[in-house]
T-cell receptor, first 110, second 113 residues
Framework: LAKTTQPISMDSYEGQEVNITCSHNNIATNDYITWYQQFPSQGPRFIIQGYKTKVTNEVASLFIPADRKSSTLSLPRVSLSDTAVYYCLVGDNYGQNFVFGPGTRLSVLP | GAGVSQTPSNKVTEKGKYVELRCDPISGHTALYWYRQSLGQGPEFLIYFQGTGAADDSGLPNDRFFAVRPEGSVSTLKIQRTERGDSAVYLC???????????FGPGTRLTVL
């Protein structure tokens, strides 16, 4: 199982860009990188997924270097409502290969 | 459309009792997952269904835990002889055939007194 390492917590201010990096040195060829967001008392919510290079959607961007041993979730111009826990997952998305770590607790301050 | 729903939202029971937690996945989603989340931790995988069959139940902690999905839609997680350590939020997720994005329900908060 490819394990991930991400910072336990991060602080930011409203309007700033936030970058959360995840390390996954043992990523396998078939593995995708997926990021989820979780608010208190809610289930995780899909943010973005990628395999290599860069992926962008209306919420975030995901940067993946050529060796795929890390990835960076970029949240542009965060607001207070972006305060949440962000999880980086690596796997082929089935069964036990889908492993959540402790996540990164992002606090956005006014 | 409707998302994944879970009932009840909260369940309080006494040690030794039996509980059932229900998950209604998104219509058409053939894959269904159960997770358990303790305070301050990420979700922990329990079991994965593809259709009616459990494709991977390696995450179930012991034989007190059992899950079914008899018609390939609704799933029930069953816990026998509950223990205080079973207290957690139990999350259910579903995904489309061949797809990898999981859609999570709000969870059931189980408290064992």
């Amino acid at each position: 199982l490819a394990k991930t390492t991400q910072p336990i917590s991060m602080d930011s201010y409203e309007g700033q860009e936030v970058n959360i990096t995840c390390s996954h040195n043992n990523i396998a060829t078939n593995d995708y990188i997926t990021w989820y967001q979780q608010f208190p008392s809610q289930g995780p919510r899909f943010i973005i997924q990628g395999y290599k290079t860069k992926v962008t959607n209306e919420v975030a961007s995901l940067f993946i270097p050529a060796d795929r041993k890390s990835s960076t979730l970029s949240l542009p111009r965060v607001s207070l409502s972006d305060t949440a826990v962000y999880y980086c997952l690596v796997g082929d998305n089935y069964g036990q290969n889908f492993v959540f770590g402790p996540g990164t607790r992002l606090s956005v301050l006014p | 459309g409707a998302g994944v729903s879970q009932t009840p939202s909260n369940k309080v029971t006494e040690k030794g009792k039996y509980v059932e937690l229900r998950c209604d996945p998104i219509s058409g989603h053939t894959a269904l997952y159960w997770y358990r989340q303790s305070l301050g931790q990420g979700p922990e995988f329990l079991i994965y269904f593809q259709g009616t069959g459990a494709a991977d139940d390696s995450g179930l902690p012991n034989d007190r835990f059992f899950a079914v999905r008899p018609e390939g839609s609704v799933s029930t997680l069953k816990i026998q002889r509950t223990e205080r350590g079973d207290s957690a939020v139990y999350l259910c997720a579903s995904s489309r055939p061949g797809a990898d994005t999981q859609y999570f329900g709000p969870g059931t908060r189980l408290t064992v007194l």
